[in-house]
Nanobody, 123 residues
Framework: QVQLVESGGGLVQAGGSLRLSCAAS????????MGWFRQAPGKEREFVSA????????YYADSVKGRFTISRDNAKNTVYLQMNSLKPEDTALYYC????????????????WGQGTQVTVSS
């Protein structure tokens, strides 16, 4: 079955950086759109970024543009999220997700989800 396993979360001070990874198995990774979403306590799960099969199409939420970078390594079945200049408002549980078709920002468009990795940014 499809498994998505996130890692790389942690506690960091404002202005710091983290790199999240999501290792995928049970699917033809290079055929899937990969996305990152996040959910803060008491809030809806929101889109962060998404990348097409070969990285030619990338979307970012306005709140992370210029600070976060998504990338993927199809040989390693892994998608990454480099997060720089972190802010306390970036604190959330970060999920990776997969879907076939086109790159979208809608959380209901994604079929497969990981369990999440916690990112906490202190002020």
């Amino acid at each position: 079955q499809v498994q998505l396993v996130e890692s790389g979360g942690g506690l960091v001070q404002a202005g710091g950086s983290l790199r999240l990874s999501c290792a995928a198995s049970g699917l033809t990774f290079s055929s899937y759109i990969m996305g990152w979403f996040r959910q803060a306590p008491g809030k809806e799960r929101e889109f962060v970024s998404a990348i097409s099969w070969r990285g030619g199409t990338i979307y970012y939420a306005d709140s992370v543009k210029g600070r976060f970078t998504i990338s993927r390594d199809n040989a390693k079945n892994t998608v990454y999220l480099q997060m720089n200049s972190l802010k306390p408002e970036d604190t959330a549980l970060y999920y990776c997700a997969a879907r076939m078709g086109i790159v979208t920002m809608g959380r209901y468009d994604y079929n497969y989800w990981g369990q999440g990795t916690q990112v906490t940014v202190s002020s």
